[in-house]
């Protein structure tokens, strides 16, 4: 962990613990005891989350998704999403470990890291336009057209313009330009030289995916983007647990802004300290209490916390297990 992440997640927790004593540990604790054992119910439709999310990632799997059982996919995937948490390395660890688990089950390493990059750019676009579903919910439900939504807008776009930008270098191959790239600063190129090949082959699985199955782009989307749109399910639950009142709108207006809060605030390890702040604010300006949204937030992590142990367990129930075959990467396409 560098300096930087050390202090930030500091920050974090001294944000945390200020919303805690600012709410008061009483008047927090007397919330949470309203729920009780039902905290349990909350992890219900994450389950439903993730398992929409394993779905929109085995269909970049293409012909190697009949190599898996769902189950064995699933672990693997939550092995992966515990990494991205708890490591400073946050994406740069967990999509790759991803990919090496998938290896130990027989997939090549090439194509599990094409379907590790297709996914996440899939997911993400998902993560656009529910966000901006969410925006024009929010819009309506408090009136603020202008300040809310063009704001809002305006950012979206830019993401969204981002990574259909992504999409257009991925199909061009990213990686051998970005070989060609670091040749021509003559920084750090040696090391990708000696795997040129192996980066033209996992371009080559990336641009297969992308030219040949546009119907599996797709099927991916939509899974990812029914994912996203079953986390407002548990704001439902959640708000009705507390006893709050609370719409399907929004709900599903609260989760979008979340979501756009969790990826402003990703910087800061786990989000700590900045996504409960954001959330208290987010749910105030939807005329909940203080309170109420220091409440809402733990039991967020509370669910978070077990999803990131269960990964970690089955992390090390993955390394148990033998490998089936060498990881291999396929040999690259011809080019003309």
Not at 47 to 57: K, N
Not at 109 to 126: E, H, N
Not at 166 to 174: A, L, N, P
Not at 322 to 331: H, I, K, N, Q
């Amino acid at each position: 962990m560098t300096r930087l992440t050390a202090v930030l997640l500091l920050v974090g927790l001294l944000v945390l613990v200020a919303l805690v004593f600012h709410t008061g540990p009483a008047a927090l604790a007397a919330e949470l005891s309203r729920v009780g054992w039902k905290v349990l119910w909350i992890l219900v439709p994450s389950v439903g989350v993730y398992v929409l999310d394993a779905r929109g990632w085995r269909v970049t799997l293409g012909r190697h998704a009949e190599r898996l059982s769902f189950r064995r996919l699933f672990m693997v995937r939550m092995a992966g999403e515990a990494v991205n948490f708890t490591t400073p390395a946050a994406y740069l660890g967990g999509e790759p470990m991803k990919a090496y688990l998938l290896s130990r089950h027989g997939v090549p390493i090439i194509d599990g890291l094409a379907s590790v990059v297709t996914a996440k750019t899939t997911m993400t676009l998902a993560q656009v336009v529910f966000i901006l579903t969410g925006l024009g919910l929010s819009a309506v439900i408090l009136n603020r057209s202008e300040d809310l939504f063009l704001t809002g807008l305006v950012s979206l776009l830019m993401l969204g313009f981002g990574v259909s930008l992504f999409v257009v270098v991925q199909r061009r191959g990213m990686f051998v330009g970005i070989l060609r790239f670091l040749e021509r600063v003559r920084l750090g190129a040696s090391w990708f030289q000696k795997r040129e090949q192996q980066l033209q082959a996992l371009d080559d699985a990336i641009g297969d995916f992308y030219a040949r199955d546009r119907r599996a782009f797709f099927k991916s989307f939509l899974f990812f983007f029914l994912g996203w749109l079953a986390g407002a399910v548990e704001v439902y639950l959640i708000f009705s647990l507390l006893g709050l009142p609370v719409t399907v709108m929004t709900a599903c207006a609260v989760e979008a802004l979340a979501v756009f809060i969790k990826g402003g605030t990703s910087f800061i390890p786990g989000s700590v300290g900045g996504q409960e702040a954001g959330t208290v604010v987010l749910l105030m300006a939807f005329g909940y209490t203080g309170a109420a949204g220091v409440t809402f937030a733990i039991l967020r992590r509370v669910r978070e916390i077990f999803w990131i142990v269960f990964g970690l367990l089955a992390l090390a129930a993955e390394n148990r297990l033998p490998m089936e075959a060498d990881p291999c990467g396929r040999p690259p396409s011809a080019h003309p």
